[in-house]
């Protein structure tokens, strides 16, 4: 079983719907990420959570929003999807007691198209 | 704001050929590492340096770390086409509030052709 699961792994929606996307971890680890992949910008991280208390706004946070609900859960929440937020989404997590150098696991990501 | 780019944005080569990516900063980074996406699919790591000047070798993949830290290499000696992907610096700050985050270069696409 994958250690980092993503859902959904697609979701087409249309401007001005609320949706969710979640990620859940098997790793133990106590950091995760969200980021935002379009073609040619590379990974821009939109928010970041230490622990279950903890969470921090990314470079790209406007327009999103998210919830630590356990350890191993940590979704992002795009409250009225635009079409500019058509891009790819990945949650990552680390460990900060396993290793000084923030080295990320990676989900297989969600594909979000909006109309 | 601390910024990775990488070259070339783009390259192609036939199996069998040797190449080199770049990824360089202005800014000073505590460890730098490389990962390689294959489509459909997250990131995954391949490496982290952490010294100045450092050398990594993966068997046919070899890193090296700048000596002052802002910039890194990825070499790849006798390319396979299972090679392909988009390869991906991130670097770490030094800093509390940057220590737990990465900052992700733009990437380099690389296609070995067979």
């Known amino acids: 079983d994958a250690d980092v699961t993503q859902t959904p792994r697609n979701r087409i929606t249309k401007t001005g719907k609320r949706i969710m996307l979640e990620c859940s971890q098997t790793?133990?680890?106590?950091?995760m990420y969200w980021y935002r992949q379009d073609p040619g910008l590379g990974l821009r991280l939109i928010y970041y959570s230490f622990d279950v208390k903890d969470i921090n706004k990314g470079e790209i946070s406007d327009g999103y929003s998210v919830s630590r609900q356990a350890q191993a859960k940590f979704s992002l929440s795009l409250e009225s999807a635009i079409p500019n937020q058509t891009a790819l989404y990945f949650c990552?997590?680390?460990?900060?007691?396993?290793?000084?150098?923030?080295?990320?696991?990676f989900g297989p990501g969600t594909r979000l198209t909006v109309l | 704001t601390q910024l990775l780019e990488q070259s070339p944005q783009f390259l192609s080569i036939q199996e069998g050929e040797n190449l080199t990516v770049y990824c360089n900063s202005s800014s000073v980074f505590s460890s730098l590492q490389w990962y390689r996406q294959e489509p459909g699919e997250g990131p995954v790591l391949l490496v982290t340096?952490?010294?100045?000047?450092e050398v990594k070798k993966l068997k046919r993949l070899t890193f090296q770390f700048g000596d002052a830290r802002k910039d890194s290499s990825l070499h790849i000696t006798a390319a396979q086409p299972g090679d392909t992907g988009l390869y991906l610096c991130?670097?770490?700050?030094?800093?509390?509030?940057?220590?737990?985050?990465?900052?992700f270069g733009d990437g380099t696409t690389l296609t070995v052709k067979p």
């Open positions: 340096v952490v010294t100045g000047g």
């Open positions: 990552a997590t680390s460990d900060s007691a396993g290793s000084s150098y923030n080295e990320q696991f």
């Open positions: 991130a670097g770490r700050g030094w800093d509390y509030t940057n220590a737990g985050k990465s900052t």
């Open positions: 790793k133990g680890h106590d950091r």
